[in-house]
């Protein structure tokens, strides 16, 4: 059992490191007396750790990785489960006597669940807990991923495929306090680099993996079983490697509750029981986590980047779609007539698109963060982050013209590839970029703000699955895909406003308690 020393708690950020709306990560050869730094010597510790075994900040780097790439394949798993069912629809509607289009609404709900689902369960993160949040959501999806496979009719599916988006979404939601908790200050960006190659390129794994199944299996079903599998893996990564992460720094070090590191007294921290133990002193009320969610909305220049991020990420969904449709229908009926195998081979695009976008991201960020902190005395700011959105929405916007003009035109399918690679490759850029400048800009509410993120990438897409197909055979897809293109090119306006006005909003209208 680890000592427990009688000082007050360690201050996550002493005083003399705060400026008016950034702070010091540097030291610039500054004597800056009982701050903790790096081990270059130069780069501050924040938030500063305290002395305690039991803090994540001061676990190993593989105990934290551990953690990282655990909660990654969670949010993989969310989106690769719901994406995947865009390959299954000719198939069931084919035993269900329906329109590709009518099944695929199963889809679409699903997608909404996912988006609300995070409105419930980042806020039980703070009166609850980290890890049993994430595991009892994991656990019951798994439930109604079976219930989808074993589905004997459409309602049924419809059904269990929206409970199941409810439920595991969750780690895409909450999977940004996990690194918050873990990660100090100047590590995040890459920590969450790293989350998003996974988060991001999941809808098209999905698909990818499903389509060769139905190519080769010429049936849907196995492609849910091979989602509760995946499901069911990530069960077995939660019990290996989740602990609770959360740790209330406000609290004296010699008030800290013990945390024991036996197996059993983990689980009992992966089952919630110990953060039940504790929780009248150590968590927030159910009121506050609630209050601390909805008080996202009160920062102005947080808002502005969701806004942004709305508008561009809801055609990813729309691309989707379009694709999975549109190639697999005949050539005779104005498709390009795919087979399951060969898309499953063409969404190789996308998931390449993200790894580049992130061997390109990662230390484009960097730079970014270090060129700024050298020019103004060792002080970082959040809207430095948002200089990478500029370059990812052009990408997205011109990915966006290709495709509708190949689409329209019947091009050869490299058009799309280029297309849609492109589109992918803002769409990294700009989700790390959003999601570094609101943990950056409120690190008090890491699960607060990822739960936002989330609602707005699911809530301006969900919608699209309705009108995506009609609207482009209507207008033609060159149009379809140009308003989409002027869309995402307007969105960049309130990028703008948020780097120009964004320091003083900020400091204006103060942190998330």
């Known amino acids: 059992m ?9 201050l996550p950020l002493p005083k003399i490191l705060e400026t008016e709306a950034g702070v010091l990560l540097d030291t610039a050869g500054a004597d800056l007396e009982g701050i903790k730094l790096a081990q270059d010597g130069h780069t501050v510790l924040l938030p500063q750790p305290t002395d305690l075994d039991s803090d994540p900040l001061n676990w190993s780097y593989k105990r934290k990785y551990a953690v990282l790439y655990t909660c990654a394949f969670g949010a993989l798993c969310a989106d690769f489960t719901s994406a995947s069912g865009t390959a299954t629809i000719f198939a069931q509607a084919a035993e269900w006597h329906m329109t590709p289009d ?60 929206a409970l199941m988006g409810w439920f595991i979404t969750a780690a895409q939601t909450i999977s940004i306090a996990f690194i918050k908790d873990c990660f100090f200050f100047h590590e995040r960006t890459r920590a969450v680099g790293l989350w998003s190659t996974l988060y991001i390129s999941s809808p098209y794994i999905g698909p990818c993996f499903a389509n060769f199944m139905v190519g080769a299996l010429g049936t849907w079903r196995p492609v849910f079983w091979m989602n509760t599998g995946i499901i069911g893996l990530q069960l077995i990564l939660i019990f290996l490697f989740i602990d609770e992460t959360w740790f209330n720094r406000a609290i004296p070090s010699a008030d800290q509750p013990v945390r024991p590191q036996s197996t059993k007294d983990r689980l009992s921290r992966i089952l919630g029981v110990w953060q039940i133990k504790v929780h009248r002193e150590y968590f927030d009320t159910v009121w506050a986590s609630y209050k601390s969610f909805a008080a996202v909305l009160t920062k ?18 729309g691309i989707n779609i379009t694709t999975a449709i549109l190639f697999a229908t005949p050539e005779f009926a ?12 063409l969404y190789f695009t996308p998931i390449v698109a993200v790894f580049i976008g992130e061997a390109f991201g990662q230390p484009f960020n960097a730079w970014t963060a270090r060129r700024y902190i050298k020019r103004h005395g060792g002080v970082f700011e959040s809207e430095c982050r948002l200089w990478t ?35 992918l490759f803002g769409i990294m850029l700009n989700s790390v970029a959003v999601t570094a400048y609101a943990l950056d800009s409120y690190p008090t509410a890491p699960a607060e703000v990822g739960g936002w993120i989330q609602f707005m990438r699911v809530i301006g897409g969900f919608s699209v699955g309705y009108f995506q197909q009609p609207w482009g055979l209507r207008v ?38």
Request: hydrophobic share 50%.
């Open 334 to 345: 104005g498709g390009y007539g795919y087979s399951s195998t060969s898309l499953g081979y």
């Open 476 to 513: 033609g897809y060159d149009v379809s895909f140009g308003t989409q293109a002027a869309i995402v090119a307007a969105s960049v306006f309130f990028v703008l406003a948020a780097h120009r006005y964004g320091h003083r909003l900020r400091a204006k209208y103060g942190p998330i308690h």
């Open 300 to 317: 102005p220049a947080l808002v502005l980047v969701l806004i942004s991020y709305l508008m561009i990420f809801a055609w990813a969904i």
């Open 102 to 161: 009518h099944v695929n609404y199963s889809g679409n709900l699903n997608v909404l669940m996912m988006g609300l689902g995070g409105l419930l369960w980042v806020p039980m993160t703070r009166f609850w807990g980290r890890a049993p949040v994430l595991f009892w959501t994991t656990f019951i999806g798994f439930l109604f991923s079976i219930g989808s496979a074993v589905a004997e009719d459409f309602d049924s599916f419809y059904a269990m495929r």
């Open 2 to 10: 680890e000592q427990l020393h009688r000082e007050p708690t360690v």
């Open 389 to 423: 959105i500029y370059i990812a929405d052009a990408a997205i916007a011109g990915g966006l013209i290709l495709v509708g003009m190949t689409l329209h035109h019947h091009l050869s399918v490299a058009g799309i590839i280029m297309g849609w690679g492109m589109h």
